[in-house]
DNA sequence: TAAATTTATTGACATAGCGCAACGTTTCGT
DNA sequence: ACGAAACGTTGCGCTATGTCAATAAATTTA
């Protein structure tokens, strides 16, 4: 159950089998099924997210009601709506699961407790902070004067598992397409 | 020259007057003419910039040679390519100054002494990730669906400066537009 | 300060990709 | 397991925005 957190710890440099432990036990597991919604927009967001089986994304959807998704995360992933966990502001987003999940779940106060406690902690955070970071100026980067074609290259490249695991619906909406555009590139291969 | 910075550092929660003394210590004074370049995209990054005056940006530039901003940094800002300067590879950027700039600047080991060495310093770094993480983000949102219009209206709102400082041209290629574009939607206001 | 270079504006034209719609297919709820 | 609902694919016409080009304005260099 625990399987890949406690592997994702012990693996980090400086970790200690204690200190791992500790932090592991303050993360609660919790089912969601394919779809459920576990953040709308007008709330605030409690937990940082450890994808012991699964996937989540992150998307909005503006007022005409069509959906951009951000971010997905699969097993092994820790997954948040950042701004609101961190700010503890309405999220703004929806954190939803889009194929049966376990997951480990850790309270915002805890985590922080633990990112102050032990370095090494504080070490996967910031981790996390930078490789999103620079994951999504590489996006932008990308996307900007990428057409169509180019954008569903760099998926292919980049995160081959989206194409893959997700629908094309909620892959367009990443790539900032229509799901029709996205059907006829994938049609020409 | 150092005000800039100070300021920064000695507002900072849990900062003492000492250890801000040590960090500053550390920065360089550095001059940049209008359009310099302080890092091409086959060097590796060595410093952390601080802009007590000016402005600079990171752009790359595609195949056909058409630029792509990423980020406008004016003063009282910290401004690195980050990808690089942490891990240490080649940039594949440039970092341009783009009006005359007194920079203050810190060596990469210096940097994470300090980071490690000073809580309150690694507080900082943590709310510069953070906050570059959820602009980046905003970033995607904002454009994803957004037609021209509508991301010259969220520059405006957001990143007024942008508009203020900066050439057309490279305005237009932070928003992902044509200069034309950009021309013809300001026209209209 | 004048010439040279770069940038901004504006018009004419071409086109990528969107919305819409129709139809087939997969998934979901009971 | 069945019907309903959502999703994927494909065709068609339209529009926003890109490219190219000509002129005007601004900035740099000497």
């Not at 204690?18 to 969601?32: C, N, R, T, V």
């Not at 909005?60 to 959906?67: C, H």
């Not at 480990?104 to 981790?127: C, P, W």
Request: aromatic share 14%; proline share 3%; glycine share 4%.
């Amino acid at each position: 159950m625990y399987k890949l957190l406690k592997a994702k710890l012990e693996n980090s440099t400086n970790a200690t089998q204690i200190a791992a432990a500790e932090i592991i036990s303050l993360f609660k597991p919790i089912s969601a099924k394919r779809n459920e919604v576990l953040l709308s927009p007008e709330e605030t967001c409690k937990y940082y997210f450890f994808i012991e089986k699964g996937s989540l994304r992150l998307f909005t959807t503006n007022t005409e009601g069509k959906e951009s998704s951000r971010y997905f995360a699969f097993e092994g992933s820790f997954c948040t709506a950042l701004p609101s966990f961190i700010d503890q502001k309405p999220a703004m987003e929806y954190l939803q699961a889009i194929e049966t999940c376990k997951l480990l779940a850790i309270n915002r106060t805890d985590f922080f407790k633990m990112v102050e406690k032990h370095s090494f902690f504080a070490g996967i955070y910031q981790e996390i902070l930078e490789s999103g970071f620079i994951m999504a100026q590489k996006r932008i980067y990308s996307f900007q004067g990428f057409d169509a074609l180019e954008k569903v290259k760099w998926l292919i490249q980049y995160q081959p598992n989206v194409l893959l695991r997700v629908s094309n619906k909620m892959a367009a909406s990443y790539l900032g397409i229509s799901p029709s555009t996205l059907s006829r590139i994938k049609a020409k291969l």
